[in-house]
Structure formats: C-alpha cells, structure tokens
C-alpha cells in the first residue's frame, strides 16, 4: 500500500515570485531582489484552483496543504495565479519560485508556468526553495502547473 501523499507549500512567503530580470521596458530595473507581479499571492487559497478531484486543498496556518485522494501520482493539479505572463512580458525573462515539501520524496515532471516556464522538479520530506528562469512565450495556456 502506497503511503498518503501530501504536498505542503507556503503562500503568505510569497509563493509564486515573478521576477523582471531583463529589462528591456527601460524602466526600473527589478532584478535584485524582484518584484512580486502575483496579486494577493497571501491568499493563494481563493485563487483557481483544479486538482479533478484528485485532491483536497485545505490551509494551515501560512501552508496551503493538498493531499492526493484518488488516482496515481501522475494526477497533478494546477492554479491560475495570474494573466500576466499572458498579457505582458511576453518573451522577457521571468523567475517563479516556491517553498515546497512532500510527505515523501517525489519527482514531479512538470512545474511551472505553461508560458515556457516548466521544469522538472524533486520534492523531498523537508522544506526547500525551488526556483526557476525562463523566456514567457505564452501561446495558449498559461497555468501555474504541477504535474
């Protein structure tokens, strides 16, 4: 018998950050440190949310916590965060990263935007930073996905 997977990712620490770091718009630079383009990304719970109800969503304290109730480990899920990497910095450098961990070690396929932003990750039982940069080349999707 397989053991319950549970994904845990803390939102009220900024949990999806897209950072500018090319600035091609000759504005202010915001490649130190970054700037967060996710509206209310403190409250990642009221944004869209489809899991085929393969998983519950629920919140503890600053953690968004889903656990896998049906289907194998290939059923992801996926959030609309934001529009932005649809509507702007269409072939800008971005980064999105996140704080994550896993009831046991586990290798996701996909993580990311589906504007280019993807990227194969290793979630283990202890709390880490994933980051990752990319080109936004948004075509026809643009989810925040994990698959």
Known sequence: MQQLLQLR????????????????????PTSVGGRNYISDSDKLNSKGFYGWN????????????????????????YFNL?????????????????DI?????????????????LKQVNITTEWQRLSHTFTNKFTKYFAFVFL
């Open 9 to 28: 990712i803390r939102y009220k620490k900024q949990l999806i950050v897209l950072v500018e770091i090319s600035n091609v718009r000759n504005s202010i």
């Open 54 to 77: 393969k998983w519950d969503k629920s919140v503890e304290g600053d953690t968004l916590v889903l656990t896998k109730v049906g289907g194998s480990d290939t059923y992801g899920f």
């Open 82 to 98: 934001t529009e932005l990497v649809k509507t702007q910095f269409q072939n800008e450098t971005l980064t999105w990263s996140i």
């Open 101 to 117: 961990k896993a009831s046991r070690n586990m290798t996701l396929r996909n993580v990311g935007f589906e504007s280019n932003g």
